[in-house]
């Protein structure tokens, strides 16, 4: 069972990616996928949005899994495991979780789950670089967010232009020159093939 | 003017983002299409971003709902007040009665600014359109983990936080 987390802060695509990802990684029946999704607050819209798909789903509130609630989700991936036994778990950690926290959290569940960790896919808003990455506090999580990436997914392509893409591509590149840069849009599909040939070949 | 120096829970903390959940039932005496809800949908979203950037938000997060009817659900949210608001979904035949989950997480204001202003926007849009507006459900939370915490300690306090659920507190003994 792999652990592949789609990080990325506050409105950047996650569960609209997560939901096409998820279709494209289940192929036609080929691989058992099950989505666990995290909102800090106690009344879910993502999740709500996530039942809509028929995939199997597991809704986190409360807290944050990269700290506050990590056990729950340590738990949670193991009855995912000993319930459902997927081959892959797609999750989508809150806005502000710091990526490798998250990972540390899922690896607890290998206590009594065979897993593998995924890729940690960070998504980055290319409409809003500068909102996210100029700002003091938010300026520090973003960055967070970015270094710990291994793939950096450049989020809503179709929505700016190419030299402005360019710029954020540079941005991001500075912040985390290691990660795997792939240009995404959910809305057109671009950039869903590779993310899953990288989350299916990934080994770590 | 929101004080820079202000530490009070809810608002700088360490990434200053505060949020509010709500749950509200709708209901309108004529039955209403999928475009007439869509647009409200969107004009609640920017409404609340307005009303939370007009309050000293620096940066709109992410303001969202999901609403769910007898024939469909949609959903609508927007980041901010310059990128507009988005909807996506389908209601199949008018209906009377929306059941909508509006969670609002905004950075820069207390988690009392955003409630005032998620609850403003959703009444005066929701009543504006001729819906009456009945609260089911509520929740503040805001975002205060230590996210600066070494790899090092972050492990030695999940591994006690693991230790002590497992065992019971008594039991823990953190090495």
Known sequence: ?204 | MTDPMNTEKGCYTEHGVSGYGVAVKLTHEHPKDEGFIRSMAEEMMHSIAEKCMERGARCIGHIKSHVMTEAGAIKADTIGVEQGAYSSGSIRHPVKDLYMAVNSIVQGIREEVVKTATLEGVHEVAEGKGYVVAKEKEHTYFDEFDFTVSKQEYLRQLEKQFREETNGPGESKDS
């Open chain 1, 1 to 204: 069972m792999k652990i592949t987390q789609v990080a990325g802060f506050l409105g950047c695509g996650k569960t609209t990616l997560l939901l096409k990802l998820s279709k494209v990684l289940a192929g036609d029946g080929v691989y058992k996928v099950a989505l666990v999704v995290n909102e800090i607050g106690e009344i879910p819209v993502d999740g709500k949005v996530m039942e809509e798909s028929g995939m199997r789903l597991k809704d986190i509130g409360g807290g944050c899994i990269c700290c506050e609630v990590a056990t729950t989700f340590a738990k949670t991936v193991y009855a995912l495991y000993k319930d459902f036994k997927p081959d892959h778990v797609l999750v989508e950690p809150t806005g502000v979780a710091i990526p490798h926290q998250v990972k540390a959290a899922a690896r607890m569940s290998g206590r009594d789950a065979r897993i593998s960790m995924g890729p940690a896919i960070v998504l980055f808003d290319a409409t809003r670089p500068a909102e996210l990455l100029d700002m003091d506090m938010l300026g520090r999580l973003v960055t967070n967010q970015v270094t710990d990436a291994d793939v950096i997914a450049v989020s809503k392509i179709d929505a700016v232009a190419e030299d402005g893409l360019e710029d954020t591509e540079a941005r991001v590149r500075e912040l985390n020159p290691h990660a795997e840069l792939v240009r995404l849009s959910s809305f057109t599909g671009e950039g869903m093939d590779r993310l899953k040939d990288v989350i299916l070949s990934w080994e770590e």
